[in-house]
């Protein structure tokens, strides 16, 4: 990963799912941008994350975890400058077949685990500043097929950044990013409940003007670009970052 300069030395970043995927890339490309980093996750500590990174092991759903981690970053780093809200789960499921623990497990860490994190940092960032930055989907703006409470989830992230650019402007931005089909393990579990995985992935891939599935890279990027002194009349926002996805027709060029 090539550094910008450490335009980001000297500030503290939270990020909540940094073990893997997206999270990960997101803590590697604000590591080599400067900041000190803190992330999280409900597992133990990754083999592979780097050694200056702190990690806890902690529900962001649960509020004493919450409180956990934003604790655990004042002792290591001081103040955070910088949070970004990234951890959640999918749930393939329709309405009538989700469960109580199903809404549980994707309300809990999708909507109330940004919520409780968002919640402890604001008081702290509205003496000095500070930026967040959600992990919102293009599923909380169109829905998916068999995925209701994950996209219902979404759409409350995005609800709640504009909320939070409203009410913490102008100490605090706030922005979500809403990708699309990012290559992670999540989307290669999504493309293995198709009848014939390679045929799906290969038609998904055709419907992004781009010619390809999003990296984890091309969300890093962005965020990156978000936490900066370079974004700095961006707040209230949701880019959506999809490859051209959501703004093609359905009708696929090679019909016609």
């Known amino acids: 990963m090539v550094s910008r300069g450490h335009y980001l030395r000297g500030r503290t970043a939270i990020v909540t799912g940094g073990g893997r995927g997206i999270g990960r ?3 590697d490309r604000l590591v080599a941008d400067g900041a000190s980093v803190l992330t999280c996750g409900r597992s133990t500590r990754p083999d592979n994350l780097p050694a200056e990174v702190v990690w806890v092991q902690a529900d962001v759903g649960i509020s004493a975890d919450a409180r956990a981690i934003v604790d655990s970053t004042l002792k290591a780093f001081g103040e955070p400058t910088i949070l970004v809200n990234n951890a959640g789960v999918q749930l393939t499921k329709t309405v009538v077949e989700t469960t109580d623990d199903d809404w549980d497990l994707v309300v809990g860490a999708n909507c109330k685990g940004m919520f409780n994190m ?10 000095h500043g500070g930026t967040i930055v959600n992990i919102g989907s293009i599923s909380g703006n169109v829905a998916d097929p ?56 290969a038609d998904a891939i055709a419907r992004h003007p781009i010619g390809r599935l999003g990296a984890p890279a091309d969300i890093a990027n962005a965020v990156a670009w978000l936490v900066s002194d370079q974004a700095a009349f961006a707040t209230g926002q949701c880019f959506v970052l999809d490859g051209g996805l959501t703004a093609a027709s359905p009708l696929q060029p090679g019909l016609f």
């Open 25 to 27: 890339s997101i803590v």
């Open 118 to 127: 968002c919640r402890e940092v604001l008081p702290l960032m509205a003496a």
């Open 146 to 201: 068999k995925m209701a409470i994950y996209n219902a989830s979404k759409a409350f992230v995005h609800g709640l950044t504009r909320s939070i650019a409203v009410d913490h402007g102008p100490k605090v931005r706030c922005n979500a990013i809403c990708p699309g089909w990012i290559m992670t393990e999540m989307a290669s579990d999504g493309f293995d409940l198709a009848h014939d995985p390679a045929r799906a992935k």
